[in-house]
């Protein structure tokens, strides 16, 4: 045994799983990807992260960081590397309740927070699936169902707490290490293991939420009038509108308007709503009142054997008549893939670009699609969706990082322009020179001038 080896089997007072162990099969894979890691940890303290950290140091394996699981990237496993699985740091807990301060572990659900934070009558900005990490979503962004009139997840963040590549432990805040506070706040994962979040959640209420259907022939006006509506749109209303739903006929499905109005005013719902209802030919209208948490879905895991395949981009708003325009063709035509088209704006806009690592601010939709299915279908697909986005690139600005089924060079220039980068490389230098948190879209540490 290693030196290494037995400084973890001493230090470490959480599960270490290796291939196998019982239950390895299951923690070793993330949900949307496979892997065979040589040993997945489960700490149940800071001390065991830190622990964890200083093996994958000393060791030099591969290290990927695991919150929820759910990097359609595969960011959360490795073949022959270490994972660290946060899950049994989960715990959410309210330690301000003057400010709404919540303190949140880096291993927590979006979907185990909304139940907590429901009998006291709050709520985060947060993603639209239950089982995605808090961790992944918010250190790369947040887009959901509040987030035109609460900003990204990212945004309601006021602190965090980070294990470093040397093993310390810090607190992340305006205050404290405030270069590291930007950073986190869209760099992903590239500066630590995010043992705890600290957000300021809003009063809520339950939420007017459904979908409102139109036929697929009224796609382009549907599309073009619902763009244009949602820029002066009240901020309780976050949509998404859906093509070629491959539950709902692929490229043969109606168009899908899902609305979200934060609040449980009725009258002030409608008045928000109707606007989309008068966009159409209504054929299906299921919007109702409903407990927050209920809103946000299950998130599956595929099979074995089947592959996923996303892309996604910002679309600036002289671009949006161009894009609908490509996408009500796309949407509508064999081969489909489905496609969403989500509403940003309102909050995420009035925070300047430079205030932290997210520099999206200012698109007005951002556009994603994915294709699903076994690897012959989807490498099959390949060439028709590469045609697609083909199309798109000359229209979109940048890319959303947790969306993205890779991570090369181009993908890391598209989630981050060249002014974010610089500033995120120098952050890099400064507490992982070596990039051990590199299982991500990497920055990589700056030069020394």
Do not use: C
């Amino acid at each position: 045994m290693s030196s290494a080896q037995e400084s973890l089997r001493r230090d470490f007072r959480g599960d270490i799983i290796e291939p196998g162990d019982a239950g390895y099969e299951d923690v070793g894979r993330s949900r949307l990807a496979a892997g065979s890691p040589a040993y997945v940890l489960r700490p149940r303290t800071v001390e065991d992260v830190q622990a964890a950290v200083r093996f994958a140091v000393e060791s030099g394996l591969t290290l990927s960081v695991r919150g929820g699981g759910h990097s359609f990237a595969g960011f959360g496993t490795n073949d022959g590397g270490i994972v660290i699985d946060l899950s049994p740091l989960a715990g959410v807990e309210v330690v301000d309740p003057g400010r709404h301060v919540v303190r949140i572990g880096g291993g927590a659900h979006w979907g185990d927070v909304a139940e907590a934070l429901t009998p006291h009558g709050l709520a985060i900005s947060s993603g639209d699936t239950r089982s995605v990490g808090v961790g992944g979503l918010t250190l790369s962004g947040g887009i959901g169902w509040k987030v035109r009139k609460h900003g990204l997840a990212l945004d309601n963040v006021v602190a965090a707490e980070l294990v470093l590549a040397d093993g310390s432990f810090v607190t992340a805040s305006a205050d404290e290490h405030p270069d590291l506070f930007w950073a986190i706040r869209g760099g992903g994962g590239n500066f630590g293991v995010v043992t705890a979040f600290h957000f300021v959640a809003h009063p809520t209420t339950d939420v007017f939420f459904g979908k409102v259907v139109f036929p697929q022939s009224e796609a382009v006006e549907v599309l073009q009038g619902w763009a244009e509506y949602l820029r002066t749109a009240p901020e309780e209303l976050t949509s998404i509108a859906n093509l070629a739903n491959p539950f709902a006929g692929g490229p043969e499905a109606p168009v899908e308007i899902h609305v979200a109005f934060d609040g449980d005013d009725a009258a002030a719902a409608a008045r928000a709503i109707d606007p989309v209802r008068r966009l159409g030919t209504v054929v299906a209208d299921d919007v109702a009142l409903m407990a927050y948490a209920d809103v946000l879905v299950e998130g599956g895991s595929p099979p074995p054997g089947i592959e996923v395949l996303a892309h996604d981009g910002f679309v600036d708003r002289e671009a949006v008549p161009e894009v609908l325009q490509i996408l009500a063709q796309v949407g509508t035509s064999p081969g489909a893939p489905s496609i969403a088209i989500r509403t940003v704006g309102g909050a995420v806009a009035r925070v300047p670009s430079d205030a932290t690592a997210y520099a999206h601010r200012q698109a007005d939709l951002m556009v994603a699609t994915v294709t699903g299915g076994p690897v012959a279908v989807v490498d099959a697909a390949r060439e028709g969706v590469d045609a697609i986005w083909g199309k798109l690139a000359p229209h979109l600005s940048g890319a959303y990082a947790n969306f993205l089924t890779t991570a090369d060079e181009t993908d890391v220039t598209d989630v981050y322009p060249k002014s974010t980068y610089e500033r995120l490389a120098s952050v890099k230098r400064r507490y992982d020179a070596d990039n051990l948190f590199a299982r991500n879209h990497n920055v990589r540490p700056g030069q020394m001038s």
